[in-house]
């Protein structure tokens, strides 16, 4: 959960109409009848996991998936009620949470079932699990090797639905030869479970990437799709990015030949004067230090470069000898929409986007925009 209202003029707008904007595009990808399970772990993407959800599930997303229990609970908390995954095993103390707050759980071995469903027996309720195939991702997950086998231990166990069997790609556009073995590897196992008559409800491997590069992960036997980046906007360049981060300008400051900006005095005024504007939003947002001298924001109608070093709550940029009409209290973009893409400020510091999102900080208050709200 993010601050929803904040005194300090530096926020996130989330777009909805791009988000939705989105989901359509993933949908027109797929085949009809595959679902697709949102995934909202780590705040969805720092967009705003309890928000964004309520909207998917408006815009006709059956599923949810996050990373761990409080991000699970967080969504119950806030009054949905669909289906949640967890995308990764808990620790058998937290077992009475999952049943507790009704939560679909990965299971990643035999073992493991095992010791879920003797929890579950105690309380007399049967789990509902979607079991992980490790093939060829090398995090969690039944190695391919043993899948068949365990995968049918699993069903054999007294009381388990398996809702799901999935696999993750962890190079799906960039390796296509890799990720097309590791779809020939599932369809057997889909294959060789349907002869042993297992029922499984959900075959499924495609993250973003692998919805708009590897198209036979979008069909039979796979029949959902688990978008994140793309929903929020960032893995294709034909989708829109959702998230813009604004902040006023705070102070302008009239400088002179020889003064220096910032900590480390990295930045030295060169001509006899410089306008250099302070902008109310540092590190502890999300802008990394490695944007110091390097990158830049936009003001009303043109750029300006950031000068140097990011502080923990400001950032400084150069307006220029006069300040250019530029005054205080004008709205600044920081990063986001088509003006400052996701991609040059990771380029800048060294991030990708899915780190960028996330690193905006729990003190930027997330506002969402729909189009009624738009002037
Ligand atoms: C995070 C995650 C996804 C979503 O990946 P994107 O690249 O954001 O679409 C899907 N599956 C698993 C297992 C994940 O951990």
Known sequence: ??????????????????????????????????????????????????????????LGVEYLAVSNIDEAMELRTSGI????????????????????????????????????????RYRGVYPKVHIEIDAGM???????????????????????????????????DADK?????????????SQELKKLEIKVRYFHMANS??????????????????????????????????????????????????????YLRSYTILRDVEHIAVLPIGYADGIPTLYSNKGRVF???AYYPVVGRVCMDYMMVSLGENSRGVQIGDEVIILGGQKITMEEFGKVCKKIPYEITCDISKRVPRIYLRKEDKR
Not at 11 to 40: T, Y
Not at 177 to 187: C, M, P, R, V
Not at 227 to 239: E, N, V
Request: one cysteine or more.
């Open 1 to 58: 959960m993010y601050l929803y209202k904040s005194h300090r003029p530096t926020w996130a707008e989330v777009d909805m109409d791009a988000m939705r904007k989105n989901i359509l595009a993933i949908k027109r990808e797929c085949a009809e009848d595959v679902q697709i399970m949102g995934v909202v772990k780590a705040d969805a993407y720092g967009h705003g996991a309890a928000v964004v959800s309520q909207e998917l599930l408006k």
């Open 81 to 120: 009620s669909s289906p949640i995954l967890l995308l990764g095993p808990v620790e058998s103390s937290e077992f009475g949470k999952l049943i507790e707050f009704n939560i679909y759980a990965t299971v990643i071995s035999a073992d493991y079932a095992r010791e879920l469903s003797e929890a579950y």
């Open 138 to 172: 090398g995090r969690l997950g039944i190695p391919l090797e043993n899948a068949l086998l365990e995968v049918e231990q699993i069903a054999r166990m007294e009381g388990i639905i398996i809702d799901g069997v999935y696999a993750h790609f962890p190079s799906a």
């Open 177 to 189: 030869e890799f990720s097309e073995f590791q779809i020939k590897e599932l369809i057997k196992l």
């Open 209 to 262: 990437a692998a919805i708009f590069h590897l198209p036979s992960s979008l069909k039979s036997p796979f029949n959902m799709v688990r978008p994140g980046l793309g929903i929020y906007g960032y893995a294709q360049a034909a989708l829109s990015p959702s998230l813009t981060l604004k902040t006023k300008v705070l102070a302008i400051n009239r400088m002179k030949k020889g003064q220096t900006v910032s």
């Open 299 to 301: 003001i009303k109608d």
